[in-house]
């Protein structure tokens, strides 16, 4: 299996536009995961999906963030409009929790810089 | 929720000695503890975990202990080589793993 892919890998934007991050997960993974990570805050957990469905959305900063899950092989997170703010590498994790205790196994990650 | 804090935030060791990390939790039902390990510029990968019905494991230089009572871990590196240098997060879940909080991380450098 190739892992978990994310693209595109950097994306600059300017502010005001909408970013697009995309994630396929590992195939027959039922757990994905998108986390944000910047010095100031760490790493944070901003959503998770368990078959598709997203379980806990709490860790999305504000509504202008929004993420999907359309199938078992795609999720994307969507910020519109971007805000410099939004500066930072987002990753995309994916785990399989068949027998409890899932290790995580996370995507390369988006660098995001909004100008 | 969950809170997990580590500590310290920076570690510098010479080389071939010892490094320990520490974290504390906050919610008593927290039944698993991962350790990830981040280089430079890399995504975070596993290095060891433990269970909540156990209190040490060990793989190879590295060992994590679990004191329950206190709700600390630890992770324990010996013999730190230059490649152990990165960015170290430690995590609590009360859910067996299906999703976890992360800690602030532990930066290590290992000095020749």
């Known amino acids: 299996d190739a892992g978990v892919i994310q693209s595109p890998r950097h994306e600059v934007t300017e502010m005001g536009q909408e970013v697009t991050l995309r994630c396929k997960p590992i195939?027959?993974?039922?757990?994905l995961f998108w986390y944000r990570q910047t010095m100031m805050r760490g790493l944070e957990l901003l959503i998770y999906?368990?078959?598709?469905?997203?379980i806990d959305d709490s860790g999305m900063p504000e509504d202008r963030f929004s993420a999907k899950m359309p199938n078992a092989s795609f999720s994307t997170l969507k910020i519109q409009p971007s805000e410099p703010r939004d500066s930072a590498v987002y990753f995309c994790?994916?785990?399989?929790w068949g027998l409890g205790y899932n290790e995580q196994f996370f995507g390369p990650g988006t660098r995001l810089t909004v100008l | 929720g969950e809170n997990v804090e580590q500590h310290p935030s920076t570690l510098s060791v010479q080389e071939g000695d010892s490094a320990v990390i520490k974290c504390t939790y906050s919610d008593s039902a927290s039944n698993y503890f991962p350790w990830y390990k981040q280089e430079l510029g890399k995504r975070p990968q596993l290095i060891i975990d433990i269970r909540s019905n156990v209190g040490e494991k060990k793989d190879q230089r590295i060992a994590v202990t679990l004191n329950k009572t206190a709700k600390h871990f630890s992770l324990h590196i010996t013999e730190t080589q230059p490649e152990d240098s990165a960015v170290y997060f430690c995590a609590a879940s009360v859910n067996y793993g299906q999703n976890f909080v992360f800690g602030p991380g532990t930066r290590l450098s290992v000095l020749p």
């Open positions: 195939s027959g993974h039922d757990y």
């Open positions: 999906f368990n078959n598709n469905v997203p």
């Open positions: 994790a994916s785990s399989f």
